[in-house]
Structure formats: structure tokens, C-alpha cells
T-cell receptor, first 115, second 114 residues
Framework: GQQVMQIPQYQHVQEGEDFTTYCNSS?????IQWYKQRPGGHPVFLIQLVKSGEVKKQKRLTFQFGEAKKNSSLHITATQTTDVGTYFCAGSVSGRGSTLGRLYFGRGTQLTVWP | DSGVTQTPKHLITATGQRVTLRCSPR?????VYWYQQSLDQGLQFLIQ???????AKGNILERFSAQQFPDLHSELNLSSLELGDSALYFCASSVTSGRLNEQFFGPGTRLTVL
């Protein structure tokens, strides 16, 4: 079945260091979304990538979608304590009418930032 | 605040019991999704409804069932509860059932089975 793998599971960084989380799918995705969940909170949508090779930036965050649409990454430059949380990637597949809209979530990367 | 509401916030019950979790989607959203989040399993998709009809099913146990009502709110029923059902249950909603829609998550219901 469809699987989305995400690594690493945990990442501890010093404030100011960079952080990257990677997402890989066993099959081609139609699009990928990224969510952030703060400790004790709920997942919040960050961004969506649709096109092959797409790169999007949100301030210090850079999101990439692979050329084959099977992988994605989120890179945070110069982390801050406000970046703490778990980052999830979630992909959708095409061609399955009854499951359109379903997101296949990775297990998430839990980011800890030391001041 | 995502606009998605879930009740109750916390639920403590015993093994073998049955509980109902409730979700009200954002105004205008027709699709509702249920997820289970436990420490070692991440976010597990359970089921999706769109405008009252079941649209997709994930790893939902037979002891669990859900429905979406005409006013679009949804309920997740968990029966014959086991210790392993203790988890955070999230409801999310989106405008339609299409794959390009972002999902808005509610605050969750924390279920503890003793």
C-alpha cells in the first residue's frame, strides 16, 4: 500500500543551526503538503507543492518537491526556539477516485531547538 | 483557532466501554477526516466523509465507526475499548474532498482508557 516515509524521527539543534527533514514516497504523488504541530497542539497547514521540481520559500523555510514527485524536503535556516514542534509531510495520490483527498502522512520529525 | 471544534477535550473511561467523539467542521467545509495520533504511531488516518457519505477508509478498526450528519458535523464511535485505544483523536475538515485542499485540524480529543 501507499507509504510515506519521513526522516529523521527526531532532531535536536542549537539555535541558529539549520534543520532539514526528508520525505519519501513508495509511489508517485500528485501533490505534497507540509504541516507543523507545536507541542500540545494540533497540526497546522504550512504549504502545498504540486509541480515536479517545485521550490517554495516562506521566510526561513524552504520546501522542495522532487523531480519524480516521490520525495520532498523542508529546510529551516538558522532555527529559532519558535520552530520547535513536529513537522509532517503528507502526500496525495492521483487516479483513485474514491480516495481523492486522503492524505498519507509521514511519521513526522520532532524538532527540538536549544537556546 | 482553525474553526474546527471537537468535544470533549478529554475523556477517561474503562476498558470495554463505548464512547462518542464529536466534531464540527469549519463553516462551509463539506469534508471531514478522522485521525488517531499515538506516541509511537504518528498520525493514522481513520476515515473520511464528504457531504454525508463515506469517501475513504484507512486503518479503522471494526470496533470503530463514524458518520457525518446532514448538518455536516461528524461523530466517531469507539466501542469495546482497549488500553491500546488510548490516543489523541483529531478531526480535520476541508472545503471539498479533492486532493489539493488543505486540511484544518481541530484541537483533538484525548482519550484515556484505564
Amino acid at each position: 500500500g501507499q507509504q510515506v516515509m519521513q526522516i529523521p524521527q527526531y532532531q535536536h539543534v542549537q539555535e541558529g543551526e539549520d534543520f532539514t527533514t526528508y520525505c519519501n514516497s513508495s509511489t508517485t504523488l500528485s501533490n505534497i503538503q507540509w504541516y507543523k504541530q507545536r507541542p500540545g497542539g494540533h497540526p497546522v497547514f504550512l504549504i502545498q507543492l504540486v509541480k515536479s521540481g517545485e521550490v517554495k520559500k516562506q521566510k526561513r523555510l524552504t520546501f522542495q518537491f522532487g523531480e519524480a514527485k516521490k520525495n520532498s524536503s523542508l529546510h529551516i535556516t538558522a532555527t529559532q526556539t519558535t520552530d520547535v514542534g513536529t513537522y509532517f509531510c503528507a502526500g496525495s495520490v492521483s487516479g483513485r477516485g474514491s480516495t481523492l483527498g486522503r492524505l498519507y502522512f509521514g511519521r513526522g520529525t520532532q524538532l527540538t531547538v536549544w537556546p | 483557532d482553525s474553526g474546527v471544534t471537537q468535544t470533549p477535550k478529554h475523556l477517561i473511561t474503562a476498558t470495554g466501554q463505548r464512547v462518542t467523539l464529536r466534531c464540527s467542521p469549519r463553516s462551509g467545509d463539506l469534508s471531514v477526516y478522522w485521525y488517531q495520533q499515538s506516541l509511537d504511531q504518528g498520525l493514522q488516518f481513520l476515515i473520511q466523509y464528504y457531504n454525508g457519505e463515506e469517501r475513504a477508509k484507512g486503518n479503522i478498526l471494526e470496533r470503530f465507526s463514524a458518520q457525518q450528519f446532514p448538518d455536516l458535523h461528524s461523530e466517531l464511535n469507539l466501542s469495546s475499548l482497549e488500553l491500546g485505544d488510548s490516543a489523541l483523536y483529531f478531526c480535520a475538515s476541508s472545503v471539498t474532498s479533492g486532493r489539493l485542499n488543505e486540511q484544518f485540524f481541530g484541537p483533538g480529543t484525548r482519550l484515556t482508557v484505564l
